[in-house]
């Protein structure tokens, strides 16, 4: 019996595939046809749903991977609509989180 692990480990009890990363680019590419949904939403004149769609995505991005730089700057496109709707609370906390994950891609 020969394995030929994808990830390079030929021992079949140690190999774990490459199924997480897999599981890693479909979240990611469905969370970023989320964003553009809700940005086109938004470019559409339809503010509150794109708003309701911009929810989704951060919950989706809180269960699924989400550290990528295109994440951080959907929030901040986020914080923006928010600060611009007078939600200033809620802005605040939007761009807490985008710098806290800037602060990732940059150390």
Request: charged fraction near 35%.
């Amino acid at each position: 019996f020969f394995f030929q692990a994808e990830d390079g480990i030929r021992d079949f009890c140690l190999s774990r595939g490459l199924g997480d990363v897999y599981k890693r680019q479909e979240t990611y590419y469905i969370r970023r046809a989320m964003e553009l949904h809700s940005k086109i939403l938004y470019r559409t004149g339809q503010v509150e749903e794109s708003i309701e769609k911009a929810e989704e995505v951060i919950m989706h991005a809180k269960t699924n991977y989400h550290d990528d730089p295109k994440y951080s700057r959907f929030l901040g496109d986020y914080g923006e609509l928010l600060f611009e709707r007078k939600d200033y609370e809620k802005a605040l906390s939007i761009f807490k989180e985008c710098l806290d994950l800037s602060l990732i891609h940059i150390s």
